[in-house]
């Protein structure tokens, strides 16, 4: 009869802890310790400093209170909400505005001043050959009764800067007298510049080492008489749009760093009176984009030959020129560049159409933005006649010229600053970033009770819950690991007596296991009949 012989070994508890307390020893030098896990809503809300939250989210059943804790939370959110939103769409329209300050100081540096003639050409200048290329501008007829002899024709290709230089007026001859400051001037002391008005002079132009003024008022500025030559004027025989009917002189105050613009910016002065301009200078600064529309200018930049920074009347010039340049292959002389100069028949047939083009499309073809940090100067004129009976026969004597003549072509112009100060005229952000913080900020601890460090609660609670969350996942997706704690072998005796005793008990002898080490040990048995087991309890 078959025996069967159930054998259970169980490892001892002690063993078994020791065994797990290493295991997790080598796990914590790889995977990081177990975290605790995150907290519910309703501690959360306890512990935040989110004002309401805590009333809202207590256990138990939603009652009463709770609702109206709840619809006051979220009356006042939505409120902090639609301020919010509305301190943003401000921020984001960029609004700015203009301050005004006057500050004083010892000396200012005195502005350029730009005069020129209203008449381009001295009649007494042009030579023949120079009526003949300037017909179709000036409409003048020939200077001989009996017309242009075909031999005549053959005149010379004309030079018009050799023309404008030639036949304008030459300050020599205008100037009269010249005082700045106490001191005595003279037409060295301007330099000639070219513009729509022909040959022009600048006083004060140099940008290295301009005049100063350390006294304000009437005086203390350049003050200069002129002639203006009237009997020089061109006769006007048929109109043109060269024709001008006026007489007395242009002037332009305009900083060192820009060119003069004279056609346009300047101011007339007529002949017969002596004209005061008291003036006031204004630094300008604008806010480029976003908040304003300037033009930063860029170190080394030429917008202009000559000028290192940019300016509005710099960039006109330039525009004008390329258009020029562009229709009609030549520049006109007032223009900068290399480029050759047009001949007067190009002047009438090209070049005056497409600087008016030009001037009219300004806005689409030639933008000029306006610069970020500009010097302009108000003016505040007034003007008496001048001469009297007394010095009209003093001047007349003096410059042997009638006291008619002196009337009709003599002025005096005096510009002088109006103190020493100047305007400060800045654009400022109205509302920056740190005003929208402030009012959001503002807003929100008003509204909700809440601040960044509250926002940085959510955060953190948000976190909290994810990871626990991914942590569950990851749990679920690993396999557990069994770790068995006894185990039950069943032996037929059949199988034992097919196998040798000595390697059923590992080939040791009888008694040489120790009486401690397997259960049930207390003695040996002896079976005759079926076999001897030595050293084995079941």
Same mark, same amino acid.
């Given at each position: 009869? =078959?025996?069967?012989?159930?054998?259970?070994?169980?490892?001892?508890?002690? %063993?078994?802890?020791?065994?797990?307390?290493?295991?997790?020893?080598?796990?914590?030098?790889?995977?990081e310790?177990?975290?605790?896990?995150?907290?519910?809503?309703?501690?959360?809300?306890?512990?935040?400093?989110?004002?309401?939250l805590?009333?809202?989210?207590?256990?138990g059943r939603?009652?009463?209170?709770?609702?109206?804790?709840?619809f006051?939370?979220?009356?006042?959110?939505?409120?902090?909400?639609?301020?919010?939103?509305?301190?943003?769409?401000?921020?984001?329209?960029?609004?700015h505005?203009?301050?005004? %300050?006057?500050e004083?100081?010892?000396?200012?540096?005195?502005?350029?001043?730009?005069?020129?003639?209203?008449?381009?050409?001295?009649?007494?200048?042009?030579? !023949?050959a @120079?009526?003949?290329?300037?017909?179709?501008?000036?409409g003048?007829?020939?200077? !001989?009764?009996?017309?242009?002899?075909?031999?005549?024709?053959?005149? =010379?290709?004309?030079?018009?800067? @050799?023309?404008?230089?030639?036949?304008?007026?030459?300050?020599?001859?205008?100037?009269?007298s010249?005082?700045?400051?106490?001191e005595?001037?003279?037409?060295?002391?301007?330099?000639?510049?070219?513009?729509?008005?022909?040959?022009?002079?600048?006083?004060?132009? %140099?940008?290295?080492?301009?005049?100063v003024?350390?006294?304000?008022?009437?005086?203390n500025?350049?003050?200069?008489?002129?002639d203006?030559?009237?009997?020089?004027?061109?006769?006007?025989?048929?109109e043109?749009?060269?024709t001008?009917?006026?007489?007395?002189?242009?002037?332009q105050?305009?900083?060192?760093?820009?060119?003069?613009?004279?056609?346009?910016?300047?101011?007339?002065?007529?002949?017969?009176?002596?004209?005061?301009?008291?003036?006031?200078e204004q630094?300008?600064?604008?806010?480029?984009?976003?908040?304003?529309?300037?033009?930063?200018?860029?170190?080394?930049?030429?917008?202009?030959?000559g000028?290192?920074?940019?300016?509005?009347a710099?960039?006109?010039?330039?525009?004008?020129?390329?258009?020029?340049?562009r229709?009609?292959?030549?520049?006109?002389?007032?223009?900068?560049g290399?480029?050759?100069?047009?001949?007067?028949?190009?002047?009438?047939?090209?070049?005056?159409?497409?600087? @008016?083009?030009?001037?009219? !499309?300004s806005q689409? &073809?030639?933008s000029?933005?306006?610069p970020?940090?500009?010097? &302009?100067?108000?003016?505040?004129?007034?003007?008496v006649?001048i001469?009297n009976?007394?010095?009209?026969?003093?001047?007349?004597?003096?410059?042997?010229?009638?006291e008619?003549?002196?009337?009709?072509?003599?002025l005096?112009?005096?510009?002088?600053?109006?103190?020493l100060?100047?305007?400060?005229?800045?654009?400022?952000?109205a509302?920056?970033l740190?005003?929208?913080?402030?009012?959001?900020?503002?807003q929100?601890?008003?509204?909700?009770?809440?601040?960044?460090?509250?926002?940085?609660?959510?955060? !953190?609670y948000?976190?909290?819950?994810?990871?626990?969350?991914?942590?569950?996942?990851?749990?679920?997706?690993? =396999?557990?690991?069994?770790?068995?704690?006894g185990?039950?072998?069943?032996?037929?005796?059949?199988e034992?007596?097919?196998q040798?005793?000595?390697?059923?008990?590992?080939?040791?002898v009888?008694?040489a296991?120790n009486?401690?080490?397997? =259960?049930?040990h207390?003695?040996?048995?002896?079976y005759p009949?079926q076999?001897?087991?030595? %050293?084995?309890?079941?």
């Amino acid at each position: 009869m =078959p025996i069967e012989i159930v054998c259970k070994i169980k490892f001892a508890e002690e %063993d078994e802890k020791q065994k797990e307390k290493e295991e997790g020893d080598k796990e914590s030098l790889i995977e990081e310790p177990a975290r605790p896990r995150s907290r519910d809503l309703a501690a959360f809300a306890s512990a935040s400093t989110l004002h309401g939250l805590g009333h809202i989210c207590r256990s138990g059943r939603l009652g009463v209170r709770q609702a109206l804790w709840a619809f006051a939370f979220l009356a006042s959110l939505a409120f902090f909400l639609y301020q919010a939103a509305k301190s943003a769409l401000l921020y984001l329209e960029h609004p700015h505005v203009m301050a005004l %300050d006057e500050e004083a100081i010892r000396e200012m540096v005195f502005p350029a001043i730009t005069i020129c003639n209203i008449n381009r050409y001295r009649h007494s200048a042009l030579t !023949d050959a @120079d009526i003949f290329h300037l017909a179709n501008m000036t409409g003048l007829p020939p200077k !001989d009764r009996d017309g242009h002899k075909a031999t005549d024709l053959l005149y =010379p290709d004309p030079d018009m800067a @050799d023309i404008v230089n030639r036949t304008g007026h030459q300050l020599d001859d205008m100037l009269k007298s010249c005082n700045f400051s106490g001191e005595n001037c003279s037409s060295r002391d301007f330099t000639v510049v070219y513009t729509r008005y022909g040959k022009c002079y600048t006083f004060n132009g %140099d940008r290295r080492n301009p005049r100063v003024t350390r006294q304000g008022g009437m005086g203390n500025g350049l003050e200069i008489m002129l002639d203006i030559q009237q009997e020089e004027y061109l006769p006007i025989w048929r109109e043109t749009n060269e024709t001008s009917f006026e007489a007395g002189i242009r002037v332009q105050i305009h900083s060192q760093d820009e060119p003069p613009y004279i056609h346009q910016l300047g101011f007339g002065v007529s002949p017969g009176f002596q004209t005061f301009v008291s003036c006031q200078e204004q630094r300008l600064t604008y806010l480029p984009q976003p908040w304003g529309n300037c033009r930063a200018s860029v170190q080394g930049e030429q917008t202009l030959p000559g000028y290192d920074t940019y300016s509005i009347a710099a960039c006109r010039l330039q525009c004008e020129k390329e258009a020029v340049v562009r229709s009609c292959h030549c520049r006109m002389v007032h223009m900068p560049g290399n480029e050759s100069i047009c001949s007067p028949n190009v002047y009438i047939e090209c070049a005056d159409h497409t600087l @008016d083009a030009a001037l009219e !499309d300004s806005q689409e &073809r030639c933008s000029c933005p306006t610069p970020c940090n500009l010097t &302009r100067y108000g003016k505040e004129i007034s003007m008496v006649r001048i001469p009297n009976k007394g010095s009209a026969r003093y001047l007349a004597r003096k410059y042997n010229k009638n006291e008619t003549y002196i009337r009709e072509n003599f002025l005096v112009l005096d510009i002088f600053f109006e103190a020493l100060n100047y305007e400060a005229i800045e654009q400022k952000k109205a509302y920056d970033l740190a005003g929208l913080l402030g009012d959001i900020g503002g807003q929100m601890g008003l509204f909700i009770g809440a601040s960044i460090l509250t926002i940085l609660e959510i955060l !953190d609670y948000v976190y909290e819950v994810i990871r626990d969350r991914v942590s569950r996942v990851l749990r679920r997706s690993k =396999p557990p690991l069994k770790k068995p704690s006894g185990s039950i072998a069943t032996l037929g005796l059949e199988e034992l007596k097919d196998q040798s005793p000595c390697e059923t008990l590992g080939r040791h002898v009888e008694g040489a296991y120790n009486a401690g080490i397997l =259960p049930n040990h207390h003695h040996r048995h002896h079976y005759p009949h079926q076999g001897v087991f030595e %050293d084995f309890a079941c």
